[in-house]
């Protein structure tokens, strides 16, 4: 049994509102390594979304915003997870090192899973700078070359009452232990 050794760096209270975003979309938290492995070692067949939440300021405007957008569109990921950098610490190393060691560590980043394979992967640097519509359209081409669910995640009149979280990480309060 893996378990949760280091403690979150930021104030896990001042952080829920955004994972409360995601899950409010349908995402999954795999916020122990055993949850992330028995998760992703289940997906052989089928697709799955990861998203790494962060605390920064482009996970607030852009990735989030994007990505719950992304999963307004008729075609989305079988599976939806995500794992919080600085704060699910032990699970976002064994993300890192087992299931995305091809690739260099970001946050905020999203991985498109298709059996067992990461088929699309976004970055910070492909993520800073850009809108949630141009971060929902990238992640709509991969969904419709991917993917078999049907969307939207969440109803119209759900999705319209979706609160994204604002803050960012210099101003949230760091995890006294």
């Given amino acids: 049994m893996k378990i949760n050794l280091r403690p979150p760096l930021y104030d896990p209270v001042?952080?829920?509102p955004m994972r409360d975003e995601l899950l409010y979309v349908g995402f999954e938290e795999l916020n122990t390594p055993d949850k992330l492995d028995e998760k992703l070692d289940s997906i052989s067949s089928g697709s799955a979304l990861v998203v790494i939440n962060s605390v920064c300021g482009c996970a607030a405007g852009s990735a989030r915003p994007g990505v719950t957008l992304a999963l307004q569109h008729k075609t989305i990921p079988g599976?939806?997870?995500t794992?919080?950098?600085?704060?699910?610490?032990d699970s976002i190393d064994l993300l890192r090192s087992k299931y995305?060691?091809?690739?260099?560590?970001?946050?905020?980043s999203v991985a498109l899973f298709k059996d067992?394979?990461?088929v699309h992967m976004m970055h910070r640097y492909q993520i800073e700078g850009r809108g949630p519509q141009e971060i929902a359209d990238d992640l709509i081409k991969a969904f419709d070359k991917h993917c078999d669910r049907?969307?939207?995640a969440i109803s119209q009149e759900a999705y319209a009452k979706l609160v994204h979280a604002r803050a960012c990480g210099s101003k949230i309060p760091l995890h006294e232990n």
């Fill in 83 to 89: 794992v919080f950098a600085g704060q699910d610490r």
């Fill in 79 to 81: 599976n939806l997870y």
């Fill in 14 to 16: 001042a952080v829920q």
């Fill in 150 to 152: 049907q969307g939207p």
């Fill in 116 to 118: 067992g394979e990461v």
């Fill in 100 to 108: 995305l060691a091809a690739f260099p560590p970001s946050s905020p």
